[in-house]
């Protein structure tokens, strides 16, 4: 018997970091793949569906999601991968006696914004895919959301928002029966993608770049859900005995993982720990899905 095609929906998936990992499941084989931009993939790859949509519209990646799942009765696999730099000078003085015009936050709504949708989705799908045994979402943000970056602060704060969200959700996502899906985020360093020109990446010094065969491999890795090659965890080596996702489920996949890639290492970033007891109370009384009633 032929194994079960799994399905993916990858955001950004014509180019740069989404196009080089819908290649890579193409070439395992056994996945449909759908990927959603604004153009079309700058190369071809197999067994995939190009859907022209703008991830800011809610609508038209709804009617996409939709589509995937009555076109193959499943989805096992999110990238919610796409996302921009913003284009302006933060810091530029404008004339004095009048405010000066509004930022252009489409960042946000690309970077974040898109994000939320996407997750929002992939909940709902993921519900439906009873079929699929091995759920996954991955959202792409950067190690701007853990440090400053004085040069894109619009940018910065987004991935931070991005790394917020998949720690809020990812226990939700994986303990919830019916969902029973993984959430981890991928936060590289600087990828030479397609996000800036030439010019902007000739700025920067040619030994720090994270190859894009890295994040190909870190987003297979967390979709088998297992480390590839010993990186630490909190400092301590991932055992089949130990806890490898921070949640409680003793031995099973990587889950709420916050990844950091440097060059071609990774590592597993923990949310600080709590300032006291009183602190880690209070965010305890978080841990439910509503405010409404105790």
Known sequence: MAPQTETAVITGGSSGMGLAVAQALAKRGGWKLHLLDLRPPLEEVENSTFHKVNVTEY?????????????????????????????????????????????????????LRSVIHTSWLSQHYFRQSKESNNKVLVMTSSVGGFYRCQVSPSYCATKHGVVGLMRSIANYYYDDPDINARVNSINPGTVRTNLLDAAAWDSFDSDI??????????????????????????????????????????????????????????YYRDQPPFCDAQMAKTMGDTDRTTYAGS
């Not at 770049?209 to 297992?226: A, C, N, Q, R, Y």
């Open 59 to 111: 609508d038209s990646l709804a009617a996409v999601f939709q589509k995937a799942f009555d076109s193959d009765g499943r989805i096992d696999f999110v990238f919610a991968n796409a996302g921009i730099v913003e284009r302006f000078n933060f810091y530029e003085a404008h004339p004095v006696g009048k405010p000066p015009s509004p930022p252009d936050l489409t960042v946000v709504d690309v970077n």
């Open 209 to 266: 770049f994270v190859p894009i065969e890295k994040i190909v491999s870190t987003v297979l890795m967390l979709i088998d859900g297992h480390d590839v090659d010993g990186s630490e965890v909190g400092g301590k080596p991932i055992s089949n005995g130990a806890s490898a996702n921070g949640n409680g489920h003793s031995g099973k996949k990587l889950n709420g993982k916050a990844v950091e890639l440097s060059g071609t290492r990774h």
